[in-house]
Nanobody, 124 residues
Framework: QVQLGESGGGLVQAGGSLRLSCAAS????????MAWFRRPPGKEREFVAA????????SYTDSVKGRFTISRDNAKNTVYLQMNSLKPEDTAVYYC?????????????????WGQGIQVTVSS
């Protein structure tokens, strides 16, 4: 069982930055690929970014490439999402997620564990 808890959300002006953190429980954090998803208002949840267990491979949805960076610190059981040049359309509830298979996250959007979500609001 893996428990995930997000922090770092809030309100920011367009063009600003935020860093989300997700702390994970358990001793096998490095065995899991980690990801961020988001649910914009009135829309379905969508994939944002993922990173392999060792941190060497990352994947991003096209709309955030060049602006967002996913990273992880396995010593701290934490995954991060650095969000720069934020736009109003980035407004959403952001969810941390974990799965043993990076490919399943990226290709099938299959996740084993979810965080509770955290609000990010970007004002224009």
């Amino acid at each position: 069982q893996v428990q995930l808890g997000e922090s770092g959300g809030g309100l920011v002006q367009a063009g600003g930055s935020l860093r989300l953190s997700c702390a994970a429980s358990g001793r096998t954090f490095s065995s899991y690929a980690m990801a961020w998803f988001r649910r914009p208002p009135g829309k379905e949840r969508e994939f944002v970014a993922a990173v392999t267990g060792g941190g060497g491979i990352r994947s991003y949805t096209d709309s955030v490439k060049g602006r967002f960076t996913i990273s992880r610190d396995n010593a701290k059981n934490t995954v991060y999402l650095q969000m720069n040049s934020l736009k109003p359309e980035d407004t959403a509830v952001y969810y941390c997620a974990a799965a043993r298979s990076f490919n399943n996250i990226v290709k099938l959007r299959e996740v084993e564990y979810w965080g509770q979500g955290i609000q990010v609001t970007v004002s224009s």
